[in-house]
């Protein structure tokens, strides 16, 4: 049994989480939203990283592959025996409300499709740039996405699954959360940000990014 509270702290849910990217369309998927990552990250350069809500390490493994040393850090104790498996990286057991480590005790931190789930979202970001000395990297399931819609309205309509709990978000509302939380912690930061499975029909790259499905934004502080 895992906590009814987290979904995703139950082991049959676990174990079969990456389970969709062995399949072709979860191949494209996972090539397209990578194609993005290095994109925008860029190579670890021997960084140390802390990937907040890693559950089976997915994203963890692959910022290690870009040359980062990763810690991944979850809620749940499913995902990381999962995780631990699958082994890459460093895991621990911890909430990211209340992450257990000094301020700027890393190079980076990263929140992965994380932000629908929590309780705080706020003060999750807030956790996020008190612990990372140079950058955070938040991607999520942009609110604004089709796929992301249907989800939405699937759910609210009695046909419940793992996205039952989530809240999505804009693009905009995530980057005033982390320029509020910036300047809260009295820091200078540049925003950067890209998409991925953006509708095809629509012609300019811009437009399409605003309504991808999947965005990664990039935050660089300046002290």
Request: charged share 30%; with cysteine.
């Amino acid at each position: 049994m895992g906590n009814i509270d987290n979904p995703f702290d139950i082991r049959e849910v676990a174990e079969s989480y990456e389970a969709y990217f062995e399949t072709e369309r979860g191949r494209e998927i996972d090539t397209e939203e990578k194609d993005l990552i290095r994109s925008i990250v860029g190579g670890g350069e021997g960084k140390s990283l802390l990937e907040v809500g890693c559950g089976t390490g997915y994203f963890g493994r692959f910022f290690s592959d870009l040359g980062y040393i990763v810690t991944g850090l979850d809620s749940s104790m499913a995902m990381l025996l999962e995780a631990k498996k699958k082994g890459g990286v460093r895991y621990l057991l911890g909430d990211a409300h209340n992450l257990p480590f000094h301020d700027r005790s890393f190079g980076d931190a990263s929140l992965f499709t994380v932000i629908e789930f929590v309780g705080d979202p706020k003060r999750v970001i807030e956790e996020l740039i008190r612990v990372a000395d140079e950058t955070i990297y938040i991607a999520f399931l942009n609110r604004w996405g089709p796929l992301n819609i249907r989800r939405y309205l699937k759910n609210l309509f009695g046909e419940k699954d793992l996205f039952a709990g989530a809240r999505f978000y804009s693009l905009n509302q995530i980057r005033r959360m982390i320029s509020k939380s910036a300047k809260k912690a009295g820091r200078r930061c540049e925003i950067k940000w890209g998409g991925a499975l953006g509708p095809r029909a629509i012609s300019t790259k811009l437009t399409r990014a605003l309504f991808s499905e999947f965005i990664l934004i990039r935050a660089d502080f300046a002290n």
